[in-house]
């Protein structure tokens, strides 16, 4: 008989009620063919003087099992283990559950390097680290979102929206955006044109899986956002470069390359091309325009960080200018809110957001109807653009500071043109020092640096990373410019 007074364990501090730890118990035991099926359970109250339990939970445990379908009971001879019950097959003979590897699956699985990141480790709070141009967590409107998130969901009609629903995000965002987007981003569409995604990226990633077929080919920057290459690479498109100068992507390039092959797409970050912050002049946006609706390929242009701009008035994007359906637009809140707030867009012709709506019911049924509809509210009520305007005095001054600091300070390690909009600069190393050098030794300051070959995929050897300026505040920028000009005072 099983030692049950030392098989099964009982603490009585665990929130799990005590049947429901021995009924986990017997299944394991039962699984483990510790408990084999036929064999005799002893009685609950055989059980209960052994374990000093009350009978009840006995009773109790036993009735969670015979539920289960573990055990049965038969009037007048007892309780067993069920008969019927197949034998588990573990792994290999004599292989016990100690033995099992829980980091394997025990199914075969493509695994795909190009998914790999190497998100930076954490280190301790009194790190700084090199960003990528990300928003100043501190300063998001949490309270404001908080306080309008409550009174949609006191109101009766927030009933609604809590089952399942359309797959192109809660109307009255869509109708929102659609008032807000034409009015600040010269856009001209309707209802029709637009759905909310869960941000810019689930928009890149609906309309690859729909453009790209197998070998098909998308044009990108040399310099390019390296997940958007991954994600049009996982469509199964091929990536042709092209060079990016002060004006953004070379058109002359995208020519040559529509004489020799057909092209689906080009991907455009134009307001800010990612990483080198350099904006696609008026010029060559209409030479795209032009050169889409002569080779018909579409134009996906990830508005990233339209919201961003110091010296001018932002430039209206593509997309306001698409009079021929050639534009996929896609951006969000996340970087001018926060990253949390999942809520984003994708605007192109009708026909294309409907077979994206389709397709995004398999990937994610629907988005955040409650978020969605406060973020209505945030933007019609103003919230938005003020705190647009908050936050880009703020980073507007951070700028200004982080690009004097580099330059009165590393002027001999970096060179660098002041960013006109983003949140952040595009810092090009002297060619007689490396990133993996300065890293190495900017860690030793406290300054984590990682990920800097995202930057150069292409491999052209420009030795250029971007660092965010826009989520330190006055007093970090200064420790952070100090750490790392005591990072290069160490090269050798
Ligand atoms: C160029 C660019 N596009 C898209 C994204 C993804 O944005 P979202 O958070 O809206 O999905 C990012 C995020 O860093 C980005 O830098």
């Given at each position: 008989m099983i030692p049950y007074k030392t098989a099964l364990v009982v603490n009585r501090l665990s929130k799990q009620p005590i049947y429901i730890q021995l009924t986990n118990q017997f299944i394991d035991l039962i699984k483990h063919g510790k408990l084999t099926p036929k064999a005799k359970l002893p009685g609950s109250r055989t059980l209960s003087e052994m374990l000093g339990l009350h009978r009840k939970t006995i009773v109790a445990c036993y009735e969670e099992l015979t539920m289960q379908g573990w055990i049965v009971s038969l009037p007048q001879k007892g309780t067993f283990v069920n008969a019927d019950l197949p034998v588990l097959k573990l792994k290999g003979l004599g292989e016990t559950i100690n033995s099992c590897d829980d980091r394997i699956s025990g199914f075969e699985f493509e695994k795909n390097q190009r998914l790999t990141r190497n998100f930076p480790q954490s280190f301790h709070d009194d790190y700084l680290y090199v960003n990528d141009g990300i928003a100043d967590s501190r300063l998001a409107p949490t309270k404001d979102v908080a306080m309008i998130y409550r009174n949609c969901v006191a109101k009766k009609s927030a009933i609604k929206h809590l089952s399942y629903g359309t797959t192109y995000g809660n109307v009255t965002l869509r109708e929102v955006l659609v008032t807000y987007l034409n009015e600040t981003r010269g856009l001209n569409i309707s209802i029709d044109n637009i759905m909310i995604t869960r941000g810019s990226q689930m928009g890149m990633f609906l309309a690859s899986q729909l453009l790209f077929n197998k070998q098909d080919y998308v044009i990108?920057?040399?310099?390019?956002?390296?997940?958007?290459?991954?994600?049009?690479?996982?469509?199964?498109?091929?990536?042709?470069?092209?060079?990016?100068?002060?004006?953004?992507?070379?058109?002359?390039?995208?020519?040559?390359?529509?004489?020799?092959?057909?092209?689906?797409?080009?991907?455009?970050?134009?307001?800010?091309?990612?990483?080198?912050?350099?904006?696609?002049?008026?010029?060559?946006?209409?030479?795209?325009?032009?050169?889409?609706?002569?080779?018909?390929?579409?134009?996906?242009?990830?508005?990233?960080?339209?919201?961003?701009?110091?010296?001018?008035?932002?430039?209206?994007?593509?997309?306001?200018?698409?009079?021929?359906?050639?534009?996929?637009?896609?951006?969000?809140?996340?970087?001018?809110?926060?990253?949390?707030?999942?809520?984003?867009?994708?605007?192109?012709?009708?026909?294309?957001?409907?077979?994206?709506?389709?397709?995004?019911?398999?990937?994610?049924?629907?988005?955040?109807?409650?978020?969605?509809?406060?973020?209505a509210k945030f933007i019609k009520e103003g919230y938005l653009d003020r705190h647009i305007k908050k936050v880009?005095?703020?980073?507007?001054?951070?700028?200004?500071?982080?690009?004097?600091?580099?330059?009165?300070?590393?002027?001999?390690?970096?060179?660098?043109?002041?960013?006109?909009?983003?949140?952040?600069?595009?810092?090009?190393?002297?060619?007689?020092?490396?990133?993996?050098?300065?890293?190495e030794k900017a860690l030793a300051q406290k300054l984590v640096i990682t990920e800097w070959q995202r930057y150069d995929t292409a491999n052209v050897k420009h030795n250029s990373i971007r660092m965010g300026f826009a989520a330190y505040n006055e007093q970090e920028i200064y420790e952070f410019v100090k750490r790392l000009k005591r990072a290069f005072m160490t090269l050798s």
């Open positions: 990108i920057g040399e310099t390019n956002y390296s997940s958007s290459d991954t994600t049009f690479e996982y469509a199964g498109a091929q990536l042709l470069r092209v060079k990016v100068d002060d004006h953004g992507l070379d058109m002359n390039n995208i020519e040559l390359l529509c004489k020799r092959y057909k092209i689906k797409a080009v991907y455009t970050t134009s307001h800010h091309h990612h990483p080198t912050a350099v904006t696609l002049s008026a010029e060559r946006r209409i030479q795209l325009l032009n050169l889409a609706k002569i080779h018909k390929f579409a134009i996906i242009e990830d508005d990233y960080d339209y919201d961003f701009h110091y010296n001018h008035a932002p430039i209206l994007p593509l997309a306001s200018h698409d009079e021929n359906g050639h534009v996929i637009y896609v951006g969000s809140v996340c970087k001018t809110v926060a990253p949390v707030y999942r809520i984003g867009y994708l605007i192109a012709s009708k026909d294309f957001v409907d077979e994206c709506a389709k397709l995004r019911r398999f990937v994610d049924r629907q988005g955040d109807a409650l978020l969605e509809l406060t973020f880009l005095r703020v980073y507007k001054a951070r700028r200004d500071l982080f690009c004097s600091l580099l330059k009165t300070e590393l002027n001999d390690y970096v060179s660098f043109d002041i960013p006109k909009g983003g949140m952040a600069t595009w810092i090009t190393l002297n060619k007689k020092y490396s990133w993996d050098k300065v890293s």
